[in-house]
């Protein structure tokens, strides 16, 4: 029995004896994996550290480049703010502050005693009577049109420019105001409705457009110039002029008050220079329509090459004004004119014409 015991105890001693070097080796090979992935760990942990530095450096540069591009936009927002060209309306009416307490209560005066004139009860429009008005009302325009034109630079020497501007209105107005009371009748007031709508339609259709307004329509002025034909350049004026106004609400390019007036009412009152035609020799209306027609686009070629001299000379660059306004406007009135020429060449219109002057 102890032999057993002793035998057993051996054997245990001897597995024992064979398991420790074992036990030792794995026990040192867990240690140095251990030991490895803390390395690891301690490696990954300083490469992240790094990159988080990194990161937090890129996006403190990113944020103050954000802050140096907001600081830069808002001086670049607030230099353009300050450079920033007035609207129309600034530029059109920045005159008045130019004015004078003197200026104002003259102009007030001046209305205000041409609209007394033409009160007055049971008097009569003898020549000293229109004269008054037409000095009252002219005088306080003149002044008016001073104080807008101030807002306009004289760089170009388009001085001369304005005075003719300022001399075709006034010209204008003293057609209206001085002409003989002529009537309008029911037979007139139709054929400026037809006429003025015929126009307004032939407009809507654009050939070609302009890239600083204007363009080529088929002969939307034909109408209005075999109106004034018909009956007479003050009647003409004043449809060329209704006709004008409609313009401004169906296809408007407003940049300064006189130049709204320049480009739709005088431009369009313009083409009652085809009555003109009327003067040759001969009862022929056939060849008298087809220069009428070139007369009334030459009238309106004329209020758009003084409008695109005083209103429009930034856009000649380096050229003359005068050249390059000359040249922009045949451009769309020229072609446009051919178009009216050919069309009033066929022979039913000198007799539609005919027509019209006999129901006068």
Known sequence: MNKT????????????MAILPVCAETAQDAADAVEE????????????????????????????????????SAEEAVQEAEEAPESWAQKAFGGFKELSVTTIVLIIALLALGIAICVQKNAKWTGTRIAAVVACFGAALVLTLISLFRSIEDTAGIGRYIVTIVILLVAMLLVICLQKREKWTSRHVAYAAMCIAMSFVLSMIKLFRMPQGGSVTPASLLPLIMFAMAFGPMKGIVVGCAYGFLQIIEDPYVIHPIQLLVDYPMAFGAVALSCLALLLPGKELYAKLIVGVLLGYLGRFIMAV???????????????????????????????????????????????????????
């Open 306 to 360: 003084l409008s695109g001299v005083v209103f429009f000379a930034e856009y000649a660059g380096e050229q003359n004004a005068l050249i390059y306004s000359m040249g922009y406007n045949i451009a769309y009135l020229g072609v446009e004119a051919v178009i009216a020429c050919l069309i009033a060449a066929i022979p039913g219109f000198s007799r539609i014409l005919e027509g019209m002057r006999k129901r006068k």
């Open 37 to 72: 992935t803390v390395q690891e760990v301690a490696q990954t942990v300083e490469e992240m550290t790094e990159e988080a530095a990194e990161t937090a450096e890129e996006a403190a540069e990113a944020v103050e480049e954000a802050s140096q591009s907001l600081e830069e």
């Open 5 to 16: 015991w002793k035998l057993l105890a051996a054997l245990i001693l001897a597995l024992l």
